[in-house]
């Protein structure tokens, strides 16, 4: 469909730095090594500082071997609202399985799985009546699909641009961003998006295509688009536009859901939802379970009886779930109440923070225990190392390195934003601990507020770089995967140049700061830098020729030394460079121009050509500004002659050139 309105006219902007899903499988593979457990995973970790080795839990700490000792503000991504082990519910856990109480019982049906559906049909907003439960949150979102196919006998279902949603089939196609759904063949048919916080493009929407939609998913807030908080009106119209036309209402509360937003759900009876989705918290951080619950009206016997789950209606976990929910709700919903309180002075603490930097943060945003920090553009030109992680979206792993190891604050990035670190403490922090948490974040804007960048990287440069990889990956052979006669920047005629350094100087040169490294931390900065892949260094504004012909460019740095060129060999080199070219043709660049030793792997780019791109070795560009220079320096005096001009090294190619087109200018 066509007329889905665009996300630029959202009300609410979340840009992003989206990339292709091509881009992302250069940049991955320099993050991979032989180990058995997602090593592509495990290498990207390890180059951040992020791989901790924890021997125990407790509350909001973890703790490594030696005894260090870490304040948790990610919760696994919301899963522990009371932190890790708490006592209540691993005594829950001993109970039941002391009593030999059932665990998988299918197709019988343990005791405490219908408790826990009658507690949830007691507490949850609106009229929400049946309960299917599952292992996961993903898999709550394809119970939904169904359900909403089954009972309204429509295929559509229509989602947010900017939500997330999970990584299985269905629920990748509901998330609105093409990184998650190309490597799979995503998105599924029968999915379409929409600008997110906006009730009356919805209601345009639905008016035109109710025949056709089964239903509209979407969250109470988008954590992993950002932490986008709609307005407060913003579900009930929701619910009011779905229900006008014949189109049923998803609410996904899987991660805002049980307390987080400071609120048992946050969604209000009055949006009346048909479908509500739960899971991450309702585990307590020890089982995993999720469910989605039903209103009678969009109940079908096909979703009673054609769907099943191996998994799903666990004892064990259903009574985890249930001591969470007792915990929640009891002596008037304290803990709840105390996640408001909370919430309210970590935002006020935050937006401290934008006032003091306001040239690094750009919004502080959230509700309850689900923050996040916004910060503006890192590449601002003064740092070429901070520009190479933003460029390749790495900055947020990086400053989320620099927490954990230089303060000891465990946070993460938002998955589907390249600038926005999310805080999402268990709903039991402490004053005192969110006061740490401020501080630290404190140091680290006050670091970039002062361009301090060698302490940002100094956690990584202390000691011999453990990446596993310190050099760029072998070629996957030549002319392979990205000719297209359109890059996907969507910009025609835009060029670049690739650049690298040529000594250890230019590192000092790029990035003033590193002065303070010590020869030692120069090297391992070396050593960490060359296993990153080709980014861009510095974007080029727009120029314009005589003839009013307009383009921009992009420098695309490649973070070799000449002696790295021949240390790699020649096939890896040139795979670089392909790779560069890559990034460069992703951009919407057409002309790519070759720079130092990147044109001597390649043979003057012979070895790089045939990707849709044209190469050229840069003699030319070199040349014919040379040539320009001596005619600006030389206008209004009098005419060029053999005996006032030479040309050095002119033997050479550029020299050659510079020569061959100067001659007609002189007499």
Known sequence: MNDAPDASQSRISCPGLEQSSDFYQVFLKYFSDAESFNPTRSALLRKFGLAL?????????????????????????????FGHNHPEIVDAVKDYLNRSRPIMLQPSTPPSVERLADTLQRLAPGKLRFCVFGSSGAEAVEIAV????????????????????????????????????????????????????????????????????????????????????????????????????GVLFIADEIQTGLGRTGSLFATLPSASPDILLLSKALGGGIMPISV?????????????????????????????????????????????????????????????????????????RGQG???????????????????????????????SGYLLNEHRLVTAP????????????????????????????????????????????????????????????????????????????????????????????????????????????LANWHKWAVGMPPSIAHRIPKVESPMGVQTSGWFIGIPLLPKDFYRIGRVAAIGLVEDAIRVAWHLGASVVGLGGYSSIVTRAGLEVTGHGVAVTSGNSLTAVAALRALQRRCRGKRPLSSRSVAVLGAAGSVGRLTATLLAPHVR
């Open 53 to 81: 080795q924890i021997e125990r839990c407790q509350g909001l700490y973890l703790y490594s071997p030696s005894g260090l000792r870490y304040l948790d503000f990610l919760s696994q991504y919301g899963v522990l609202p």
């Open 146 to 245: 169904k359900a909403a196919r089954a009972a309204t006998g429509k295929q559509t279902i229509l989602s947010t641009r900017t939500g997330f949603h999970g990584k299985t089939l269905a629920a990748l196609s509901a998330t609105g961003r093409s990184l998650y759904q190309r490597p799979f063949g995503g998105p599924a048919p029968g999915f379409e998006h929409i600008a997110f916080a906006d009730p009356d493009r919805l209601e345009h929407y639905l008016r035109r295509h109710a025949r056709e939609t089964a239903a509209f998913i979407v969250e109470p807030i988008q954590a992993e688009g950002g932490m986008i908080v709609p307005g407060s009106d913003y579900l009930e119209r929701v619910g009011g536009a779905c229900r006008r036309n």
């Open 292 to 364: 989605c619950m039903i209103s009678e009206a969009a109940w079908t016997p096909q979703i009673g009886y054609l769907h099943s789950s191996t998994f799903a209606n666990n004892g064990l976990a259903c009574c985890v779930a249930s001591k969470v929910i007792d915990m929640l709700v009891r002596k008037g919903e304290k803990t709840i109440n105390q996640v408001r309180s909370s919430g309210a002075r970590l935002l006020a603490e935050l937006q401290g923070i934008q006032r003091k930097y306001p040239d690094v943060v750009k919004d502080v």
């Open 369 to 399: 225990l689900l923050t996040g920090i916004e910060f503006r553009p890192f590449d601002r030109g003064d740092s070429a190392a901070v520009a190479m992680c933003a460029h390749s979206e790495c900055m947020m792993g990086l400053l």
């Open 414 to 521: 938002v998955f589907s934003h390249s600038r926005v670190l999310r805080l999402q403490p268990p709903l039991t922090v402490s004053e005192q601990q969110i006061g740490k948490a401020v501080d630290a974040l404190d140091s680290l804007c006050e670091n970039l507020h002062k361009g301090r960048y060698s302490r940002l990287f100094s956690y990584l440069v202390r000691k011999p770089s453990d990446s596993p990889t310190t050099s760029p990956p072998r070629s996957t052979g030549p002319k392979a995967g990205f000719r297209s006669a359109t890059a996907p920047g969507g910009q025609k005629g835009g060029f670049a140049f690739l650049i690298h350094p040529s000594s250890t100087e230019d590192f000092l040169r790029g990035d003033p700061s590193f002065r303070e490294f010590s020869a030692e931390e």
